[in-house]
């Protein structure tokens, strides 16, 4: 009996643990999602929910997922770059809508941090705090980098940027609906925009071509973020 608590803990806290349960747990929301055809029924956000109610239920530690965690962002780096494939891969979308595109990613993404700036200063939030948030609109990679320049703390940055992910996938069709964004261009350029990777799912189920506008659009406000950083750097 001894050994086999032994064996169970060593399993428990070997990295593979947290990477096998999340891509279990990921494989499950895509099939309810697939059930279901529901916005709300979003893949990730069924995960989180699974997740957090397995390791409640069978009291397994933080500690113990997040091994697997670590092992996770060795490919957040390589994820950085491959940003770029979809900017490539649509080169010609990307010229005969570049000045859609560049605008309104530029416009965008200050917009979302200059928001959460300005709502972070109007609750009486320290420095630290809105330095984590700033970020919550870009790919999880690069939101790291940017709280990390910006000194906040980064896995409330992360949570963030999940948070504002799921969100923009579930609400974007109503939103799309609800202001009447009847171009598929600029539906995947605000889409990519305001939810990076998580929202470019929702805007390639929406369509071919607002999931190319997005992903450009995912890549290139990240990109614009980063630089957007060093003015919110100067007055944090």
């Given at each position: 009996?001894?050994d086999?608590?032994?064996?169970?803990?060593e399993?428990?806290?070997?990295?593979?643990?947290?990477?096998?349960?999340?891509?279990?747990m990921?494989?499950?929301?895509?099939l309810i999602?697939?059930?279901?055809?529901?916005?709300?029924?979003n893949?990730?956000l069924?995960?989180?929910?699974?997740?957090?109610?397995?390791?409640?239920?069978?009291?397994?530690?933080?500690?113990?997922?997040?091994?697997?965690?670590d092992?996770?962002?060795?490919?957040l780096?390589?994820?950085?770059?491959?940003?770029?494939?979809?900017?490539?891969?649509?080169?010609?979308?990307?010229?005969?809508?570049?000045?859609?595109?560049?605008?309104?990613?530029?416009v965008?993404s200050?917009?979302?941090?200059a928001?959460i700036?300005?709502?972070?200063k109007?609750?009486?939030?320290?420095?630290?705090?809105?330095?984590?948030?700033?970020?919550?609109?870009?790919?999880?990679?690069?939101?790291m980098?940017?709280?990390?320049?910006?000194?906040?703390?980064?896995?409330?940055?992360?949570?963030?940027?999940?948070?504002t992910?799921i969100?923009?996938?579930?609400?974007?069709p109503?939103?799309?609906?609800?202001?009447r964004?009847?171009d598929?261009?600029a539906?995947?350029?605000?889409i990519?925009?305001?939810?990076?990777?998580?929202?470019t799912?929702?805007?390639?189920?929406m369509?071919?071509?607002q999931?190319?506008?997005?992903?450009?659009?995912?890549?290139?406000?990240?990109?614009?973020?980063?630089?957007?950083?060093?003015?919110?750097?100067?007055?944090?």
């Open positions: 009996m001894q086999l608590l032994q064996n169970l803990n399993v428990l806290y070997s990295p593979y643990f947290g990477v096998v349960l999340s891509i279990f990921y494989q499950v929301g895509i999602s697939r059930k279901i055809q529901n916005p709300i029924a893949p990730l069924i995960a989180v929910i699974l997740i957090i109610a397995f390791l409640k239920l069978f009291d397994i530690p933080m500690e113990a997922f997040s091994k697997g965690g092992l996770i962002n060795l490919f780096a390589p994820a950085t770059a491959a940003l770029a494939v979809p900017i490539y891969k649509n080169l010609q979308i990307l010229k005969a809508n570049l000045k859609p595109i560049l605008a309104g990613t530029i965008g200050f917009a979302s941090m928001v700036f300005g709502l972070c109007l609750f009486g939030l320290d420095n630290t705090l809105t330095a984590s948030l700033l970020s919550k609109s870009v790919t999880t990679p690069i939101a980098g940017v709280t990390e320049q910006l000194g906040g703390i980064v896995p409330i940055g992360i949570a963030a940027v999940i948070f992910g969100t923009g996938s579930i609400i974007a109503f939103m799309v609906k609800l202001f964004v009847e598929p261009v539906q995947g350029v605000g990519g925009t305001c939810s990076h990777a998580v929202g799912t929702r805007a390639i189920a369509g071919e071509l999931g190319a506008m997005s992903g450009i659009a995912m890549g290139l406000a990240g990109f614009f973020t980063v630089l957007w950083a060093f003015l919110f750097a100067a007055i944090l």
